[in-house]
């Protein structure tokens, strides 16, 4: 399969603990992109990288939460001291960007990682 | 900051029916895409629109695109039971990350 693969695809953990979440990208992919979706909602965006470059981290990323992609290929998530509120799904996406010159991309997502936390 | 807002929240339909979905963003859009999520899965996406007043089909679901580029619409034909999921809508805005709309949730009964 060579779409956009996460792991694990579920996770439960004990509030205060730390997690990670890996996403490998569509292999030319240069932009990955994660996201949180909790239930009933629209995924919202979290923070994207081009390449290795983290480009820009949304607000609702906060001092717990870091992600790296440290070869411009796969990508890490981690959340330490997790939250109930952390409960959700978090998706990853990747797209190949600026090989249309108009900026038009089209993201595929990854089977996303449920996390729990109890 | 830019919102999406999608209407209706859920459609419960009899197979057979159409259905339609509206996207409204709250600043002019740069294209706008259009994603199927079904029950415990990921969203897939659909189609993409760029221009202004653009239509788009895909056998049985139509897209348009508002000439203000602010507003959107998926409508489907006479729905089959594989049409269950939720649909989003997901603007790009001026760093072509997506926000995406709260979704349209559509149950059909056989």
């Known amino acids: 399969d060579t779409g956009v693969s996460q792991d694990p695809r579920h996770k439960i953990t004990k509030r205060g603990q730390n997690v990670t979440f890996r996403c490998d990208p569509i292999?030319?992919?240069?932009?990955l992109y994660w996201y949180r979706q909790t239930l009933g909602q629209g995924p919202e965006f979290l923070t994207y990288?081009?390449?290795?470059?983290?480009?820009?981290k949304s607000r609702l990323l906060s001092d717990r939460f870091s992600a790296e992609r440290p070869k411009g290929s796969f990508s890490t998530l981690e959340i330490q001291r997790t939250e109930q509120g952390d409960s959700a799904m978090y998706l990853c996406?990747?797209?190949?960007?600026?090989?249309?010159?108009?900026?038009?991309?089209?993201?595929?997502f990854g089977p996303g990682t449920r996390l729990l936390v109890l | 900051g830019q919102q999406v807002m999608q209407i209706p929240q859920y459609q419960h339909v009899q197979e057979g029916e159409d259905f339609t979905t509206y996207c409204n963003s709250s600043?002019?859009?740069?294209?706008i895409q259009w994603y199927k999520q079904r029950p415990g899965g990921h969203p897939v996406f659909l189609i993409q629109?760029?221009?202004?007043?653009e239509v788009k089909k895909q056998k049985r679901l139509t897209f348009q695109f508002g000439e203000a580029k602010k507003n959107s619409s998926l409508h489907i034909t006479a729905t089959q039971t594989t049409d269950v999921g939720t649909y989003f809508c997901?603007?790009?805005?001026?760093?072509?990350?997506?926000?995406f709309g709260s979704g349209t949730r559509l149950l059909v009964r056989p």
């Open positions: 996406a990747s797209s190949l960007w600026g090989t249309s010159g108009r900026g038009e991309e089209t993201q595929y």
């Open positions: 292999s030319e992919h240069n932009r």
């Open positions: 990288f081009q390449n290795e470059a983290q480009l820009e």
């Open positions: 600043t002019t859009l740069s294209n």
């Open positions: 629109l760029v221009k202004s007043g």
């Open positions: 997901a603007g790009c805005d001026s760093s072509y990350k997506l926000i």
